[in-house]
């Protein structure tokens, strides 16, 4: 597809003056990876990381065929980040899970792969992926080791014609070999270069929250009486815990369930009958009514979306989606698997709203009544839940860079 807003605001013949991007208010500040000393042992960092997680996460589940260590993290790392493992060596997997941006990407709300191919799906933060039981926003896959093979193979984003072609690629290009060799005693194939993308993903877990410290560590200033209350209304009046579930020693702020909220079943009524114009920005302050027509010549259509259902063509799984943890998610807009809420108070504000209200959702989702303090309280618990340690992560993952493009 053709990119959509600045072909239109071209076609408009705006003369707005430039602005920089930091014009943007609602931004947010990019995460420093400077602002992290440089740690020549990182992935002895990680593999300590991944054995034994920081404050109010369980213990990861490593599964027994696939022990961490540091070279399979090492190597892992090199894979995620190399964009030769695309059909034109333009796309890495860290393109669409950007580390400043808290391994999520917070320019678009559905993910663009290769040659600009449109995707319907956000992408998600790969921090604290490791506790998933099934990946993906509708939970298709088991198991990090595997996951991997989707982008790799999808059309619309690393486009590969086979994964055996990959396996091929990476026999050929220097370096890899002696990288399997060195973290499996063989060289590359598909078990491995899952092996090893699953190692270097489990160690990017992210704890030690503000939260955590009030909740789990006992330490009663770690955050302010608006993040306590909201972390009452979480619990009590707004029910979000019941699916976004926090245990007595660790908190994953997902139960690892598929529902129905409303928002997808929302989302397909606004494309069967979209707005006769959409709002776009084409300049920091400055929004233009476009007509449909003018999107849709230059725009690809959007794609349905049935969630669950397309994974088990069940007609009770039609627009359920995976809970997501709600870890760190104060950077890692845009929201839900689409998406389309730019900001927490757009997602506090859809579940006050009570959803859809149509009758296959969950009956959880409810007007609830909030004014507008406690939504905001609600946005203030939601924010404590950002991990200090991203920045350093994002630094570990840019510390020598491997020689990949
Ligand atoms: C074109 C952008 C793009 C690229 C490139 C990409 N991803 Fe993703 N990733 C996504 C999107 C979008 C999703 C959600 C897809 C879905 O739910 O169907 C996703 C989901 C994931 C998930 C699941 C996270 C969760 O919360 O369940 C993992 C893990 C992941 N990607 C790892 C990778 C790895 C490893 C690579 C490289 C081999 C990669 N991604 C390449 C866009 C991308
Ligand atoms: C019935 C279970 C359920 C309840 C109750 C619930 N959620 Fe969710 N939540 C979900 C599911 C499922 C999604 C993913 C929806 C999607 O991707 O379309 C989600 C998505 C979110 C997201 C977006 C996360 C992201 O990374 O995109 C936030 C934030 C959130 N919920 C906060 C809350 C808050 C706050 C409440 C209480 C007011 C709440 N949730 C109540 C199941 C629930």
Avoid at 27 to 42: F, G, H, L, N, S
Avoid at 99 to 105: H, M, V
Avoid at 365 to 376: N, S, T, V
């Amino acid at each position: 597809m053709r990119a959509g807003a600045p072909i239109v605001a071209i076609a408009l013949g705006l003369a707005q003056p430039v602005q920089a991007q930091s014009a943007y208010s609602d931004v947010p500040e990019p995460i420093r990876a400077a602002t992290c000393a440089r740690a020549d042992d990182w992935s002895a960092r990680a593999l300590a990381r991944s054995l034994a997680p920081p404050l109010g996460l369980p213990p990861v589940a490593h599964p027994s065929d696939n022990p961490p260590s540091r070279a399979k993290i090492e190597l892992g790392r090199k894979l995620f980040f190399d964009r030769r493992l695309s059909i034109n060596k333009t796309m890495s997997c860290a393109m669409c899970h950007v580390p400043e941006q808290a391994f999520a990407n917070w320019e678009l709300q559905t993910a663009i792969g290769v040659e600009g191919r449109s995707t319907k799906r956000n992408a998600p933060t790969i921090l604290n992926a490791a506790y998933y039981e099934g990946l993906f926003h509708d939970a298709r896959d088991p198991a990090l080791e595997t996951q991997y093979l989707a982008p790799l193979l999808a059309r619309n984003e690393m486009a590969n014609p086979s994964a055996g072609g990959v396996i091929a690629l990476l026999e050929a290009l220097d370096g890899y070999p002696a990288l399997f060799a060195e973290a499996f005693g063989a060289g590359p194939s598909l078990d491995r270069t899952g092996y090893a993308l699953a190692a270097y993903q489990r160690s990017l877990i992210a704890g030690d929250t503000p939260f955590d410290r009030w909740y789990f560590g006992g330490e009663a200033e770690a955050v302010s009486d608006e993040v306590k209350r909201g972390f009452a209304l979480f619990t009590d009046k707004a029910d979000c815990a019941s699916c976004h579930t926090v245990e007595a020693d660790h908190a994953l702020f997902t139960d690892q369930q598929l529902h129905d909220t409303g928002h997808g079943w929302l989302r397909e009524q606004a494309r069967q009958a979209p707005p006769a114009a959409t709002r776009v920005r084409v300049a920091p302050g400055v929004v233009h009514e476009v007509p449909l027509a003018t999107i849709a010549a230059v725009s690809a259509a959007r794609e349905a979306d049935l969630g669950r259902y397309e994974v088990t063509e069940d007609p009770d799984d039609r627009w359920k989606f995976r809970t997501p943890s709600l870890r760190n998610v104060g950077v890692t807009r845009p929201y839900m698997h689409d998406g389309a809420l730019p900001s927490l108070a757009a997602v506090v504000s859809f579940y006050n709203q009570g959803g859809a209200g149509h009758p296959q959702q969950d009956p959880r989702i409810r007007p609830l009544g909030l004014d507008a303090g406690e939504e905001a309280a609600l946005v203030a618990f939601l924010e404590a839940l950002t991990s200090p340690d991203i920045a350093c992560l994002a630094a570990e993952a840019r510390i020598e860079p491997p020689d990949n493009h």
